[in-house]
């Protein structure tokens, strides 16, 4: 594993473990941090999070993290060695919700297979 690998890995372990433990936010709804972007020289972060929940729940978990952006860098700064804290963006990830969505057509399209099977056979008898 590269020196970038690992610290892509301990920017979204601590961001996560923040979040979860020290961030005591109403607006910050149940998030997941899913990835962690960091440019070559590590100077700027994308870190992706996921939220459980409406369109409403992404904006105010947005505004909670952007609220908090100051407070994650220090911590991080603290938390990990490196020679300059990395400049962190939050960015919305909705791929899980694509896949369930993906996951629902299918089991629809799975339906709609069995049923037009059974009536194939109810026709031929």
Known sequence: ?????????????????ILHDEIKDPRLGFVTITKVELTPNYRYAK???????QEQDYK????????????????????????????????EDKSSEYSFRIEEILEEIKKKDATKKSKRIHKKK
């Open 60 to 91: 105010k978990t947005k505004e909670a993290l952007d609220s908090a952006l100051g407070f994650i860098r220090r911590l991080i700064a603290q938390r990990i060695r490196l020679r300059f804290a990395p400049e962190i963006s939050f960015k």
């Open 47 to 53: 870190v992706f999070f996921s939220v459980l929940g």
């Open 1 to 17: 594993m590269s020196r970038h690998d690992k610290l892509t890995e301990a920017i979204k372990k601590e961001v996560s473990c």
